[in-house]
């Protein structure tokens, strides 16, 4: 069974940054598909990024895009998402989660494997 841990999230100024990271463990995660959600308080889960392996594509939420990068070393079975210019609205709590499949998937349901989410606050 694989095991995802997010990290990196905190307290941030509107206009700042954060690197938020999820290491895998348990499995071979270098042909996983990673995914990056978050949830507000009252609010469903939403899609934010996904990158796959195979052939690399890479896909945003139109509410992230320009601002947010994710990425990947398959080395370190780490997936990473670059936040920048963050605003109050991004405040949520962020999962990374992974499929053993390819297809950037941006439905929940698509995922087999989640961490237990890393708090990205982002004050005015």
């Known amino acids: 069974q694989v095991q995802l841990v997010e990290s990196g999230g905190g307290l941030v100024q509107a206009g700042g940054s954060l690197r938020l990271s999820c290491v895998a463990s348990?499995?071979?995660?270098?042909?996983?598909?990673i995914g990056w959600f978050r949830q507000a308080p009252g609010k469903e889960r939403e899609f934010v990024a996904v990158i796959t392996w195979f052939p690399g594509l890479t896909r945003y939420a139109d509410s992230v895009k320009g601002r947010f990068t994710i990425s990947r070393d398959n080395s370190k079975n780490t997936g990473f998402l670059q936040m920048d210019s963050l605003k109050p609205e991004d405040t949520a709590l962020y999962f990374c989660a992974a499929r053993p499949a390819t297809g950037a998937a941006t439905a929940p349901r698509e995922y087999t494997y989640w961490g237990q989410g890393t708090q990205v606050t982002v004050s005015s």
């Open positions: 348990g499995g071979t995660f270098s042909r996983f598909t």
